[in-house]
């Protein structure tokens, strides 16, 4: 059964920084996109960036909104995915998922999420 | 900038009506990537439909999606209680516009 777990999320004040993590287990991770999406309290879902490691290449996307300041790695020899989150601003707080991309590309597998505050 | 526009922001009907949500694309997209995503209260999403028309797996046949160009639906026949919460459609081919999520409909069944 395919599964993700999100860890790391917390407080952190404006301008700090803060890493996420996200386990997965029960799929071939290296062979799935893997993405991160967001959710501000009481707001609607943005996606964040994507990250797939090919043959060739190490792909990563970004959002514009978090480009410059968020970076997306991944160990695939550990299943697990990282957001390292710089400079953050409270336009940051909310809800980070960690998802799987599967069938037809689409965001198949979510995680429960962790929770990040930017507060002073 | 590319934008998805869901309408209505609410709808609340009763048990056995049917639901028409919409989702209007700032610029036409490419079916084979287009979703919808179903988030009840306090879960994270799950996929009902992909490539516009395909339900994913373990999704009720009342839940179907359609639509080309800039303009998609998702009907929901049948009511049932369980089928409440906010619904997101989504562009995510990612060579083309920026990865995108609609604002939400909310479901409620009265």
């Known amino acids: 059964e395919v599964e993700v777990v999100e860890s790391g999320g917390g407080l952190v004040q404006p301008g700090g920084s803060l890493r996420l993590s996200c386990a997965a287990s029960g799929f071939t991770f290296s062979d799935h996109y893997m993405d991160w999406v967001r959710q501000a309290p009481g707001k609607g879902l943005e996606w964040v960036g994507r990250?797939?490691?090919?043959?060739?290449?190490?792909?990563?996307q970004y959002a514009a909104s978090v480009k410059g300041r968020f970076f997306i790695s991944s160990d695939d020899s550990k299943n697990s995915l990282y957001l390292e989150m710089n400079n953050l601003k409270s336009d940051d707080t909310a809800v980070y998922f960690c998802?799987?991309?599967?069938?037809?590309?689409?965001?198949?597998?979510w995680g429960r999420g962790t929770l990040v505050t930017v507060s002073s | 900038e590319f934008v998805l526009t869901q309408s209505p922001g609410t709808l609340s009907l009763s048990p056995g009506e049917r639901a028409t949500l919409s989702c209007r694309a700032s610029q036409s997209i490419d079916t084979s990537y287009f979703a919808w995503y179903l988030q009840k209260p306090g879960q994270a999403p799950r996929l009902l439909i992909y490539g516009t028309s395909f339900r994913a797996a373990g999704i009720s046949d009342r839940i179907s999606g359609s639509g080309s160009g800039t303009d998609f639906t998702l009907t929901i026949k049948r009511l049932e209680p369980e089928d409440v919460g906010v619904y997101y459609c989504q562009q995510y081919e990612y060579r083309g516009p920026p990865i995108t999520f609609g604002q939400g409909t909310r479901l409620e069944i009265k």
């Open positions: 990250t797939k490691m090919t043959p060739n290449n190490y792909i990563v």
């Open positions: 998802v799987v991309e599967g069938t037809g590309e689409a965001f198949d597998h």
